[in-house]
């Protein structure tokens, strides 16, 4: 096992590892403060596609985080380096009114409306979803144009519980039209690549900290560096006994390994 004092670049899930909706878990301000204290860096690294990193900025702040654009890096980053290596004539953003903008604001050729010469659809976590747009995804799938998702989460954690999260709505319009997308998010390791080559720092220097083992961990092993599994958000012991992706480290949540950095 490494040594987890010798980590200088976290990489840290959101939603069930440093906050649950608007509520930050205890700790996690101690632990911020912690790494930046000791020369080491932090980035937030979601797969949640439905924010754009300007309201994420804005939702730290309100919890008590000062952060920029350059402490993030989001499946829809990853989403959008993907498609610009495309020569797509138009794209369909099934997402949020942020998420279209995100793509659009890229100078991607992006649409939310039906039409013949769309020769991809976008996917992306979806809270303002309609079954208009779930007909549309399936009139283009059954077209066979290029199909590609930000991430395979299969549910978002929230106060009350948890909701359908891109995985999961993958997974209806693939029993209706026999079609999976290409994820582009964790657990493909490309987002930890972004991150090590923003940052300069090494593999060895690097962790990811994370609540699922089917993204989070799984996206740290694909990419050959140290993971924490947290047990605050989606993922369980029960889980972890079951399961062929193991991580270098568990905690019970943010502000136990804040105690064992200390030590």
């Known amino acids: 096992m490494s040594d987890l004092n010798k980590k200088r670049l976290f990489l840290l899930d959101m939603d069930g590892t440093i906050y649950l909706d608007h509520d930050l878990f205890d700790g996690t301000l101690d632990f911020l403060r912690y790494v930046r204290e000791t020369g080491g860096r932090y980035l937030f690294l979601t797969n949640n596609s439905s924010k754009s990193v300007n309201k994420y900025i804005e939702k730290l702040a309100g919890m008590g985080i000062a952060a920029t654009a350059d402490d993030f890096l989001t499946s829809t980053d990853a989403t959008v380096i993907d498609l610009k290596k495309q020569n797509y004539k138009k794209i369909y953003a099934l997402g949020t009114a942020s998420f279209q903008e ?92 972004l991150a090590m080559a923003k940052t300069g720092f090494s593999k060895e220097e690097t962790v990811i900290v994370g609540d699922r083992l089917y993204t989070d961990i799984a996206c740290g092993v694909n990419a050959g560096i140290s993971s924490i599994f947290v047990l605050s958000g989606e993922g369980t012991l029960e889980d972890l006994e079951t399961s062929d992706t193991k991580p270098e480290f568990v905690y019970e949540n943010i502000r136990k390994i804040y105690e064992d950095l200390r030590k």
């Open 102 to 193: 995100q793509l659009s604001g890229a100078e991607l050729p992006v649409t939310n409306q039906l039409s013949d010469d769309i020769d991809c659809l976008c996917m992306g976590f979806d809270t303002e979803l309609t079954f208009q747009k779930l007909e549309d995804a399936c009139i283009l799938l059954n077209r066979g144009v290029d199909y590609i998702a930000t991430n395979p989460d299969w549910v978002c954690p929230t106060w009350y519980g948890f909701v359908p999260d891109c995985g999961s709505i993958s997974q209806i319009l693939e029993t209706a039209t026999k079609r999976k997308p290409r994820f582009i998010g964790k657990p493909q390791p490309d987002m930890v690549y």
